[in-house]
């Protein structure tokens, strides 16, 4: 790699425009459902790399003495794609000119720049459109790999990265760095893949499950017409899962089985109800139903994850992964599945970037190839400034819609070495 | 005779206490069963006294039932006044703690376990309580309080036509107590009945049962009931539990004393994971709501299903690729090796759902249903296995109304489990997985006797009926023989069905993070097959494992592995072929009249139907060995009333081998000791050659008398024989070189078949013994089974052989079969005493085959002081039993009447012969 100079630059989180031609090292996480994009975005647009260069040997080599660095000043961007509209995002990448960027900021060899890093199954399968519609070539990097490392880097690197969801509060946590492993990563996508985290490339994935974001979407569509996602978010938030769920009260006549220590209002069977009620599904409101899937699927995904937490006994369980994307109901039902079957001793964590942990961790292998020493601590996260949708303690409907997430850039900065 | 029309009547009735009771009351009766009433009242009082009992045989003795041995006809042919005698009333002091019917009431079933006590019951006649007093068997109680012999029931109904059940029970009168139900047809308030129940309807129904029954539901606690019914079906039942992999079922021996811990997972609609620590011990460690409501309830939403079963069904033709998003999907074909998923993997369940522009309505119900059953089945398997490891238990098993035997589903599980474990815990199923909760809640009777109950005391039995098919009611409780003849002929309608092939999808993909396809053959998967055929619990307390097994854990009756699905189909085509001749001798039997001819034509129905269901699903009555099979076909008869189809022949052979009897003793008393004993077991070889049971012999019948065929075959017997141990045999009798010749105290003849077989066989083997100074035994069957001789008729033919000679009558007479002839045989009595006894005791079956875990309480007690055990026929040594190693001396002799088997077994031909000694062990 030819990567000599020191490029800074910082992005504005919501001012795409300000920095369009100073994208680069851009990433990809192409999944079932999301593509999931990071970029960066070199400061002061305007003026060319130069003037961002700082020659900075503390800031870089503080592992290998490297003296030969430079860093990048900047911001860290996240977006997001529907896969089945996977054109926008081409689309997108056009517009930008990112291909083209990175070449202009590096000076790199075209070749070289036109390589992008894309985890994801999608990476798989669309590699020929990039090329075709991009000039782009698709660098694959382990889908797995780009979990862990995304969320290694989130943990350390991001002060108020992790935070717990119980009842309504959101509770930020400091993880002590030193004290970060093993942990169990859940990302939730369209499926759940659940993996023991034992340090930085070390991991393994323990477990997952077929039920996940996707049948919750796919499902949620079958029985509601929603036309998204968000949708169907929506859509639970002012539902009533006690309409279509059975529950333990609809058993025992209104009852607890306290024996067992299951409380009447418990959920018995999930659509439960739908088996003896002679009604149809349109007779049935979407609201409510949504509200149960999302139940249904949250509370499992929080079991499983909490007897494989159990098995291996890791006291931390992390979930990310887009289809949490900070809804408060869905992480109130996974807070409460995690706590249920723990007796309270286990406690679901969430992140802020959850959707972006693999698009990360494919940014993250830029540095790999370029930046092969540069430490996740030079990564300085700042909490955008802005009036901010994820400030307030407990998110309100309104907020729930808008991707939180998408809006929190990382400001940073990358230190390039040889 | 005693009128057999009349005994067939009355039986006909008996499969319903009740009914019982009402046609011992309208049976007319003759002359002579009263007399023979009358006469055997008058003994059983004595016997009641404790006196010696000396009354002669009233006619000829006919056994009945569809179960096992102590079931005796000349019991069931007691008419007259019921009441006086109820023979039920064996717990004089509980008849009113004791109920026989305990409820399920679940959402969508409802399961209800009856018990009938049996009507039958040991009959204490003459010449067994002789025998048991000379083998010193005490009558007394071995428990507290006794098992009743009886039986145990299982039925379900849907929940929604619940009035189909309360009908049920009301014209079996179950919720009167079964046998006590005499009290209430005389007017005995019924208002303090209580029916225990467990399940959310027992709340929900208790109303509807007070007012349609006058009985109270007492609820029992559902996890209690589902933990003491699997505790009572996993020691009680010997294959109880199966695997059920790609398609295939295996069961599996559980023992009992290393059952517990396990985790049991009760699939209703919820789903409950209980750590099961011992009777009564248990702990729910977990659950989901994600169960069997869950694919109802979704699926109902999703395909306008209307029933559970159709929402199955649909599943078998439906491909979860349309509607999963699967590895492949993301990875554009490819699998994600690196952590072991395969293309083909589920990746998000629905979740190509999202992506397709498609309504609800564009996809098709099968490949909603079978993705949902694969998410469900899939999530269990994995939550279980999860519980499972964290508590260290290697037994999972999966019960609850979602299995419903169903292939598919138990496929899923199992793959999930042994994905998750990698292959190190296995999911294993229960054949009555529906009925663990009623089953518990009838447990929770106080006193019902179950509690101790061992595995070899039950039998289980498949009668041909309408609660019986899989434990579903198809209709309304069958009253008598005739109703269950008609809906026969309904029934091969439906049987037809059952049989056709359903056609299946391909084998399609499944996983859930990471499932490889199971590779299921598409074709076994078919939605009845599957079902597994749940039958009637015979419950018979006097059945005790054979003392002299080396290990009766080990042993295996079944020589023939019918697992084997080249095995099954021959000895399906055998007992296809031998089926036109077995109508023809049955319908012969009961007189030719058109009754006989109707319910031969039933019989013959019902058989085939039973075959077809087995070559359809080897497994649908639990772990099929060859004497299995061969016993259901003398249940089938005895079901439809056929309970000696050889009773002619049989008398015919042995009156002409009784014939012959004097010249061969006189023949056999000309030669030194070591040519006599060599002739003796060439003779019992020879002999065994008259068999109806094997097809090459029937049609030997037709060539020539069975004299001359005796003689043919005695000509034939060139040793060396192909397994050939006589000269080890032969050492151990009469002494070699150094060794002495061995004196055994106590051997047991295990008799095969009647004529030639045991009187020109087996009686001169038995004289010789007796000669020697050896006590016999001889045991043979209770019930009767081909033309095999049973142990009510061996007294009649020892009698007549002992006419011809003084050691045989001797011995019989010193082992009090020949109380009655002493009479006639003026100078017997004088030198009696000197002799070693000759006896006979029953098997305790009524089949071609022995199981030796499960033989009558008087063969135990007779075995206790036997040193050598003499298996002989090919359906005791070697269908069953050949590979059995005895704790004594065994000699297993047999002529193989089938090439098949002579190939297999001994790689020989047919007509070869088998002399298998082994010393005790």
């Not at chain 2, 002579?32 to 009992?53: C, I, L, M, N, T």
């Not at chain 2, 009945?64 to 102590?70: F, L, N």
């Not at chain 2, 490949?367 to 279980?384: A, E, W």
Request: charge should be negative; hydrophobic fraction near 40%.
């Amino acid at each position: 790699m030819d990567r000599n100079g020191v490029t800074e630059g910082e992005l504005e989180g919501r001012g795409m425009n300000k920095c369009v031609e100073q994208v680069s090292h851009l990433a990809l996480d192409i999944g079932g459902s999301l593509i999931k994009m990071v970029y960066f975005c070199g400061e002061n647009s305007g003026s060319e790399h130069q003037q961002g260069i700082l020659s900075s040997k503390e800031s870089c080599g503080l592992s290998n003495g490297n003296t030969n660095c430079s860093v990048l000043r900047g911001k860290l961007h996240f977006r997001k794609f529907e896969t089945s509209k996977i054109n926008e995002c081409l689309e997108f990448m056009s517009s930008k000119q990112f291909h083209r960027n990175g070449e202009d900021c590096h000076g790199a060899s075209v070749s070289e720049k036109n390589i992008i890093k894309a985890t994801g199954g999608g990476a798989f399968k669309f590699a020929d459109l990039f090329k075709e519609k991009l000039g782009m070539t698709l660098d694959k990097v382990d889908e797995m790999n780009s979990l862990v490392a995304g969320a290694n880097f989130l943990l350390k690197a991001a002060s108020l990265e992790a935070y717990t969801y119980m009842d309504g509060q959101k509770e930020y946590v400091q993880i002590d760095q030193n004290d970060l492993y093993p942990y169990l990563l859940v990302n939730i996508g369209s499926g759940v893949s659940m993996i023991k985290v034992d340090g930085d490339g070390k991991f393994e994935r323990v477990s997952g499950t077929s039920v996940g974001g996707g049948t919750f979407w796919g499902l949620g569509k079958l029985l509601t017409k929603c036309k998204s996602f968000d949708e169907l978010l929506g859509l639970s938030y002012s539902g009533n899962n006690r309409v279509i769920d059975m529950l333990v009260g609809d058993i025992y006549g209104g009852m607890d089985y306290s024996k067992i220590g299951l409380s009447s209002t418990a959920i018995a069977s999930s659509f439960g109800k739908a088996v003896s009620e002679d009604k149809d599904l349109e007779e049935y409101k979407p609201e409510d139903v949504a509200r149960s899937l999302l139940r249904m699927i949250s509370n499992n995904i929080g079991q499983i994850a909490y007897l494989n937490a159990l098995r291996f006994g890791l006291k931390r369980i992390f979930f990310g992964g887009f289809f949490i994307r900070g809804h408060a109901y869905t992480m109130d039902t996974i807070s409460v599945g995690v706590n249920f079957w723990s007796n309270g001793e286990a406690k679901a964590m969430f992140l802020r970037h959850e959707g972006f942990l693999g698009a990360l961790g494919a940014f993250m292998s830029h540095r790999k190839d370029g930046f092969a020493d540069l430490k996740a601590h030079h990564l300085v996260e700042q909490v955008p400034t802005k009036p901010s949708r994820n400030a307030g303690g407990c998110l309100n409907n309104s907020s729930v819609l808008k991707d939180v997430n998408e809006n929190i850039s990382i400001e940073c900065t990358m230190q390039l070495s040889n | 005779m005693a009128n057999l029309t009349e005994i067939q009547q009355t039986i006909a009735k008996n499969d319903c206490l009740n009914d019982s009771n009402t046609s011992f009351n309208n049976t007319k009766n003759n002359n002579k069963s009263d007399k023979d009433f009358v006469e055997r009242e008058a003994r059983e009082q004595r016997e009641g006294g404790g006196e010696q009992d000396m009354a002669p045989i009233g006619g000829n003795p006919i056994h009945r039932s569809s179960s096992r041995p102590q079931l005796d006809v000349s019991g069931a042919a007691i008419q007259g006044n019921f009441e006086e005698r109820d023979p039920t009333i064996l717990l004089p002091n509980q008849s009113d703690d004791i109920s026989h019917l305990a409820l399920d009431i679940g959402g969508s079933l409802i399961k209800l376990v009856y018990f009938s006590r049996h009507e039958d019951r040991p009959v204490n006649d003459r010449i067994k309580k002789t025998i048991k007093e000379r083998l010193g068997i005490s009558n007394g109680n071995r428990r507290s309080y006794p098992v009743l012999g009886g039986r145990l029931h299982f039925v379900k109904f849907e929940t929604n036509k619940i009035n189909q059940c309360l009908d049920f029970i009301s014209s079996k009168q179950l919720h009167c107590g079964g046998m006590d139900a005499h009290l209430w047809h005389s007017g005995v308030s019924n208002e303090n009945a209580v029916i225990k129940a467990t399940g959310g309807g027992a709340y929900k129904y208790a109303d509807l049962f007070k007012e349609r029954l006058g009985v109270s539901i007492e609820k029992e606690d559902e996890m209690n009931c589902l933990v003491a019914g699997a505790n009572f079906l996993l020691k009680a039942i010997r294959h109880e539990a199966f695997t059920h992999m790609e398609g295939h079922k295996a069961f599996v021996q559980i023992d009992q004393n290393d059952l517990f811990p396990y985790l049991l997972v009760n699939v209703g609609s919820g789903v409950s994971i209980i750590k099961v620590d011992g009777d009564g011990k248990f702990q729910r460690v977990s659950g989901t709501n994600v169960g069997g409501g869950t694919y109802w309830g979704l699926g109902k939403l999703l395909t306008k299903c209307n029933s559970f079963d159709e929402l199955l069904e649909l599943s078998q033709r439906g491909d979860n690729r349309t509607i999963d998003m699967l590895v492949g999907d993301i990875y554009g074909g490819m699998d994600y090796s690196k952590i072991g998923l395969s293309a083909s993997t589920i990746a998000s369940s629905f979740g190509k759902a999202i992506s397709d522009n498609k309504d609800l309505e564009d996809y098709r119900s099968e490949d909603i249903s079978l993705s949902l059953l694969r998410m469900i089945s899939y999530n269990i398997g994995q939550i279980s296995y999860l519980n499972a490891l964290r508590f260290g238990l290697k037994r999972i098993f999966f019960g609850g109304f979602f299995i419903r035997g169903h292939a598919y589903t138990m496929d899923t599980i199992s793959f999930a489990v042994q994905f998750w474990s990698k292959g190190t815990s296995q999911a294993m199923f229960l054949r009555h997985e529906g009925f663990l909760g009623a089953l518990g809640a009838f447990m929770s009777y106080e006193k019902h006797g179950l509690d101790d109950l061992m595995v070899h005391q039950l039998v289980e039995r498949f009668p041909m009926g309408a609660p019986y098919i899989g434990g579903n009611v198809h209709g309304p409780p069958l009253g008598d023989l005739n109703e269950k003849i008609s809906w026969m002929e309904k029934f091969i309608l439906k049987g037809t069905e059952i049989t056709a092939p359903v056609p299946m999808a391909p084998p399609g993909t499944t996983g859930l993070g990471g499932f490889e396809v199971p590779s299921s053959r598409g074709g076994i998967l078919r939605p009845d097959a599957s079902k597994l055929n749940v039958g009637v619990l015979h419950l018979v307390p006097t059945l005790e494992v054979f003392p002299l097994l080396a290990d009766p854990k080990m042993y295996e009756p079944n020589t023939i592995d019918l697992s084997d699905p080249g095995e099954l189909e021959y000895w399906f085509t055998v007992l296809s072929g031998h089926l036109p001749d077995l109508v023809d001798k049955a319908v012969a039997s009961e007189g030719g009249t058109d009754d006989a001819k109707r319910r031969g034509d039933a019989f013959a129905r019902a058989f085939s139907a039973h075959l077809a269901r087995l070559m359809e699903e080897p497994a649908a009555y639990g772990k099929l060995g060859l004497a299995n099979l061969l016993e259901l076909r003398e249940e089938c008869l005895r079901e439809f009333h056929f309970f000696d189809a050889y009773r002619s022949i049989k008398q015919r052979e042995n009156e002409a081998s009784l014939a012959v009897l004097p010249d061969l003793l006189m023949e056999i008393d000309s030669m030194d000791e070591e040519t006599r004993l060599l002739k003796l077991v060439e003779g019992v070889l020879a002999a065994n050659i008259f068999d109806w049971g094997s097809r090459a012999c029937v049609d030997l019948y037709h060539k020539g008398t069975i004299i001359e065929i005796y003689r043919m075959s005695r000509n034939k017997m060139q040793r060396p024989w192909r397994v050939d141990n006589f000269d080890a045999f032969k050492e151990r009798m009469l002494g070699f070189g150094d060794k002495k010749p061995y004196q055994h105290k106590r051997a047991l003849l295990f008799v095969d078949n009647s004529g030639a077989d045991i009187i020109l066989g087996m009686l001169p083997l038995a004289r010789e013994l007796l000669r020697r100074g050896t006590e016999v035994v001889l045991v043979a069957n209770s019930l009767p089974a081909l033309n095999d001789v049973t142990a009510m008729e061996l007294p009649d033919i020892v009698a007549e052989a002992a006419k011809h000679c003084d050691i045989l009558r001797r011995a019989a007479e010193a082992g009090g079969l020949l109380v009655d002839a002493m009479i006639n045989i003026q100078d017997g009595s004088i030198d009696s005493s000197s002799s070693v006894p000759l006896m006979v005791v029953e098997n305790g079956c009524g089949s071609p085959c022995i199981d030796l875990r499960q033989v009558s309480s008087e063969l135990a007690a007779a075995a206790k002081e036997a040193d050598l055990v003499i298996l002989e026929g090919m359906g005791r040594s070697l269908h069953t039993n050949f590979n059995a190693k005895f704790r004594c001396d065994a000699l297993k002799l047999a002529m193989v009447k089938n090439q098949r088997l002579a190939e297999k077994l001994i790689k020989g031909s047919i007509y070869d012969c088998v002399c298998r000694f082994e010393p005790a062990s």
